[in-house]
């Protein structure tokens, strides 16, 4: 069964410290991964889309890097402010016509 | 550019009852997704449609819940009758192409309780 797993669950950090969030998934033959952010009551905001080709994408203060080989995708986020406070989900998907198989995400507040 | 506009935002109804939601993509995506989410947990693809057609529903419950695109465009998702189970936020995403190469953008979603 493929699965995505982050850890941890919740995770609150100092603002400016950089936050580090992990994404684990079984099968490492994907197609690509895909970082979002889900703010609380709206929908969720693509921030990185990684192809199984490439090992990061950067976006700013973001930089996501994958590792297929060891099942592993991690979202760096530097100098973190109280505006990064939000629930982080990965999602993998398998093939180029396959659906999205989300994890379940972690969620960050950073306190002032 | 509007984003994905979904309605209503929250829907309280009893169990039994019937419900309906609505979606209109960004203009010009081809694909549109309904996704179930439940509390603490990641979203669940319930459908898929490329235009009019629904390509992949292997994950909805076709024995309680009906979806269509009309035209293409806008996309109604139903459930008759609700169960307590069903209360969850129900999210509709749209993206250019079908590819998995491509981004897909997400709807505000619509709240679900179900009594």
């Known amino acids: 069964k493929q699965e995505v797993t982050q850890i941890p669950a919740a995770l609150s950090v100092p603002e400016g410290e950089n936050l580090v969030l992990n994404c684990s998934f079984t099968?490492?033959?994907?197609?690509?991964l895909q970082w979002f952010r889900q703010d609380p009551g709206k929908g969720l905001t693509s921030l990185l889309l990684?192809?199984?080709?490439?090992r990061e994408q950067t976006s700013g203060r973001l930089n996501a890097s994958l590792d297929k080989s060891s099942g592993r995708s991690t979202l760096y986020i530097a100098a973190s402010q109280p505006g990064d406070s939000a629930t982080y989900l990965c999602?993998?998907?398998?093939?180029?016509?396959?659906?999205?198989?989300f994890g379940a995400g972690t969620q960050v507040v950073v306190t002032p | 550019e509007a984003g994905v506009v979904q309605s209503p935002r929250y829907k309280i109804i009893e169990k039994k009852q019937p419900v309906a939601f609505w979606c209109n993509p960004i203009?010009?995506?081809?694909?549109l997704y309904w996704y179930r989410q439940n509390l603490g947990q990641g979203p669940e693809l319930l459908i898929r449609?490329?235009?009019?057609?629904?390509?992949?529903d292997s994950q909805l419950p076709k024995d309680r819940f009906s979806a269509e695109r009309l035209k293409g465009v806008d996309s109604t998702l139903k459930i008759q009758p609700a169960e307590l189970g069903d209360s969850a936020v129900y999210l509709c995403?749209?993206?250019?192409?079908?590819?998995?190469?491509?981004?897909?953008?997400f709807g505000p979603g619509t709240r679900l309780t179900v009594l």
């Open positions: 990684i192809q199984s080709s490439q």
């Open positions: 995403a749209s993206s250019l192409e079908a590819g998995g190469t491509d981004t897909q953008y």
């Open positions: 449609y490329e235009n009019e057609e629904a390509v992949d």
């Open positions: 203009s010009g995506h081809n694909t």
């Open positions: 099968d490492s033959a994907i197609y690509n």
């Open positions: 999602a993998v998907r398998y093939d180029s016509w396959g659906k999205f198989q």
